[in-house]
């Protein structure tokens, strides 16, 4: 579970924070997903993820590396309480209650910034809908091998994504290679 700078009571008091401000009580895979959003977008923006987790490539997109016993240690530690919920499915979905509440002073003015947005843009989606929104997310895809799951997600491919072309860079070069001092160089390169 750990990665280069991981802060356990960050890690702690991130997911308080969220199980707070949440607009509803998040099953565990949105929870989940409500992390690596909030790393994912602060490391993005500053270089820096929040908790410093290290997440894996499993079938339903990323995921703290080895959730189940990172979620069990906080009930243990009186962190958390968990329950089983109905979910209107066959499973009962997982969901973790705080029992504390978090520590601001743990977070800098850009994390809870981070943390904020996160969660208006996520508090509310299901935890269906996150997770098909992970796996468009390149990290996941790049790192994601059904024969062998649980994958590293290096911090390095948040970043990565941003330098992919969009929509606005491909028609810059289209209007580039238009001009006629480009097509001039493209057709001296195919006489040589």
Sequence with gaps: MVAQNFDDRKFQNTVLYILKNAPRTPGVTQLLKMLYFSDREHYRAYLAPITGAEY??????????????????????????????????????????????????MF?????????????????????????????????????????????????????????PDERDIEMARARVAQADVAAAFAALQTA
């Excluded at 969901?95 to 601001?104: F, I, N, S």
């Excluded at 299901?126 to 790192?143: I, M, R, V, Y």
């Excluded at 997600?153 to 970043?159: D, S």
Aim: negative net charge; contains cysteine.
């Design 56 to 105: 894996v490539a499993i079938e339903r997109g990323p995921v703290v590396n080895n959730y189940k016993q990172v979620f069990a240690n906080l009930v243990r530690q009186g962190v958390l309480d968990e329950r089983q919920v109905s979910s209107g499915m066959a499973n009962l979905k997982t969901e973790y209650l705080p029992r504390l509440d978090p520590d601001l002073s």
């Design 108 to 164: 800098t003015d850009s994390e809870i910034r981070t943390l904020d947005a996160v969660i208006a843009e996520c508090g509310n989606a299901s935890g269906n809908w996150l997770s098909e929104k992970s796996h468009q997310d390149g990290p996941w895809t790049f790192a994601w091998n059904p024969s062998d799951q649980g994958r590293s997600i290096p911090y390095i491919l948040f970043r990565w994504l941003d330098n992919l």
